[in-house]
């Protein structure tokens, strides 16, 4: 059996590869470690429930005492997950970004060099390059992080680097470009857009609604990760880019197409300070070890709306605030 921690489980991408490493991986035995902040979500976890090779534990990576019990009785592979992970919180109120991103970081590559972990995967974000007006970031660029979330995440990345430089930690990192698909928290670009259309609500487009972002399919993330713990060289960096850009503006015009809703549901807002223009990625050392991004962005797309089309009840509890009264009682909290 290998032993497999998933730290940030309980949220959007985590969950996903949850799935994903029970299914795809037999041998597997995995913990996941999630403190279950207001973006963790048990229910992105329910149908594993009672699965013979999983375990849930609720904890905080910047505790030590909870990584120790998370590790007791060792782990072969790490995947951190756990994070912080929106910007706009993190420009209103950085301290956590700080705590969970940086320091719960160490924590666990602290503990993961004292118990000989083969394989600690580190995973990281494009927003590390900072914004790229043209071409697209390769792996060995400047890291020119323009927001707390980004900087947090790329002192991260660094200091997992310096445990495999300095200690010989087996650590690989992956620099992921947007994710979407099903089960993302509804305050991120595409799903907070998706449920507002669905409720004839207004879409909050930042500035000129000009920025690109380039977008990547969950369920391809999750499979990029396992092509980097197969293939990956130990201290290196790998890019995990979708290959779509595309304009927020652009986006939000292809969800209401989609839905039927009127474009005049596009509200401009005042922009996101430090806003990056643009994000891209260079993937070429990825597509070396074999992997590239298998779902088109309008496939991707289109399965997303659905999801979040028949899954009102997963989100309205969230957007109502109901969610956390439901949360307390099903953790008796
Ligand atoms: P998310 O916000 O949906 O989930 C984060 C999870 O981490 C939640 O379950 C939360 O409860 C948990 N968590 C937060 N603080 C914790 C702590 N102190 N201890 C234990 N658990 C804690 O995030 P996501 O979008 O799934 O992102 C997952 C990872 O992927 C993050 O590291 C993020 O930086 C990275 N990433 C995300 C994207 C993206 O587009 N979403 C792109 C590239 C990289
Ligand atoms: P987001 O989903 O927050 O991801 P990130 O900032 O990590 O790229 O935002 C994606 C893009 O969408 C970004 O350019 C900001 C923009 N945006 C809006 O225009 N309105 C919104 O309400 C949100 C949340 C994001």
């Not at 323009?146 to 930690?169: C, E, I, M, V």
């Not at 503006?249 to 596009?266: C, H, M, N, Q, Y």
């Not at 996101?272 to 050392?285: F, M, Q, V």
Request: proline residues 5%; negative net charge.
């Amino acid at each position: 059996m290998t032993r497999v921690l998933i730290t940030g489980g309980a949220g959007f991408i985590g969950s996903h590869y949850a799935h994903h490493a029970l299914a795809r991986h037999p041998e597997w035995q995995v913990t996941v470690l999630d403190k279950l902040t207001y973006a963790g979500n048990p229910d992105n976890l329910k149908d594993l429930e009672g699965h013979a090779r999983y375990r849930f534990l609720r904890g905080d990576v910047a505790s030590r005492e909870d990584v120790a019990l998370a590790m007791e009785g060792g782990a072969d592979i790490v995947l951190n997950f756990a994070a912080e992970t929106h910007v706009d919180r993190s420009i209103g109120d950085p301290e956590g970004f700080i705590r969970t991103d940086i320091y719960g970081a160490y924590a666990l590559l602290e503990a993961a060099r004292s118990r000989g972990v083969k394989r600690f995967l580190q995973i990281s974000t494009d927003e590390v390059y900072g914004s790229v007006p043209q071409g697209a970031s390769r792996e060995e660029d400047a890291l020119m992080p323009s927001n707390p979330y980004a900087a947090s995440k790329a002192a991260a990345d660094r200091l997992a680097y310096s445990y495999h430089a300095t200690y010989g930690l087996p650590v690989l990192i992956t620099r992921a470009s947007n994710n979407f698909g099903p089960n993302q928290y509804p305050e991120k670009l595409i799903p907070l857009f998706v449920t507002n259309a669905l409720d004839d609500q207004a879409l909050p487009l930042y500035g000129d609604g000009l920025n690109v972002r380039d977008w990547l399919f969950v369920g391809d993330h999750c499979e990029a990760l396992d092509v980097v713990l197969e293939r990956g060289t130990p201290g290196q960096v790998y890019n995990v880019g979708g290959g779509n850009e595309r304009r927020n503006i652009d986006i939000s015009r292809a969800i209401l197409e989609r839905l039927g809703k009127p474009p005049g549901l596009v509200r401009s807002v005042s922009d996101r300070p430090g806003h990056d223009r643009r994000y891209a990625l260079d993937c070429r050392k990825l597509r070396l070890l074999g992997w590239s991004p298998r779902t088109p962005f309008d496939e991707g797309l289109e399965e997303t709306i659905a999801w979040y089309a028949d899954h009102r009840d997963w989100w309205e509890k969230i957007k109502s605030g109901a969610y956390l009264e439901y949360y307390r009682k099903q953790y008796r909290l």
